[in-house]
């Protein structure tokens, strides 16, 4: 079955990091990248990088200098750090299949409920 | 980074309409762009990439068109399960940019 498996949902403090990740299967792994695309509660779809298996990225400016994406290959699974959090970071983050950064997401994962409270 | 707008952002509709949802951008992005569906708590769903090319599986009575700004979803004859938020997507350039949503509900 082609899917992709995020972690559960976290619960985190003002200013701390917070670590999802993103478990593909069904495809070959090392032939698409993976977007991360964010949605706060009740809000539109926000993109903030993508990350090819060989960890080449494109982040959002918006994000730079707060986001680390990273892959390993040899589980299948993608990554995505962000640190220095705020309450505007509560979200539901999800990652994409997204070929060679085509913009394109064909395959989402089911999401991972951030929170952001003190 | 290019602006999505949508409109309208909600309607009210019933079973058999024909729906036409709008989606402008803010410049030019040739035909580079997506729409996706999504329910309630649930991930989006890609139904149509490049303006007009159905993705596999997607009913045929999902359609859409455009280019340059200036872009539509087209439902032809709307089923109980197309009740959902329709987002348009760029991938003309990065930042990738979605408009902020159209929601259908139940008339």
């Known amino acids: 079955q082609i899917q992709l498996v995020q972690s559960g949902a976290e619960v985190k403090k003002p200013g701390a990091s917070v670590k999802v990740s993103c478990q593909a299967s069904?495809?070959?792994?090392?032939?698409?990248?993976i977007s991360w695309v964010r949605q706060a509660p009740g809000q539109g779809l926000e993109w903030m990088g993508w990350?090819?298996?060989?960890?080449?990225?494109n982040d959002a400016q918006k994000f730079q200098g707060r986001v680390t994406m990273t892959t390993d290959t040899s589980t299948s699974t993608a990554y995505m750090d962000l640190r220095s959090l705020t309450s505007d970071d509560t979200a539901v983050y999800y990652c994409?299949?997204?070929?060679?950064?085509?913009?394109?997401?064909?395959?989402w994962g089911h999401g991972t409920l951030v929170t952001v409270s003190s | 980074d290019i602006q999505m707008i949508q409109s309208p952002s909600s309607l009210s509709a019933s079973i058999g309409d024909r729906l036409t949802l709008t989606c402008r951008a803010s410049?030019?992005?040739?035909?580079?762009l997506n729409w996706y569906q999504q329910k309630p708590g649930k991930a989006p769903i890609l139904l149509i990439s490049?303006?007009?090319n159905l993705q596999s599986g997607v009913p045929s009575r999902f359609s859409g068109s455009g280019s340059g700004t200036d872009f539509t979803l087209t439902i032809g004859s709307l089923q109980p399960e197309d009740f959902a938020t329709y987002f348009c997507q760029q991938r003309y350039s990065t930042p990738r940019t979605f408009g902020q949503g159209t929601k259908v509900e139940i008339k």
């Open positions: 490049d303006a007009s």
């Open positions: 990350i090819s298996p060989t960890m080449i990225t």
């Open positions: 410049q030019s992005i040739r035909t580079h």
């Open positions: 994409a299949r997204d070929d060679r950064n085509w913009g394109r997401f064909d395959l």
């Open positions: 069904g495809y070959p792994f090392t032939n698409y990248g």
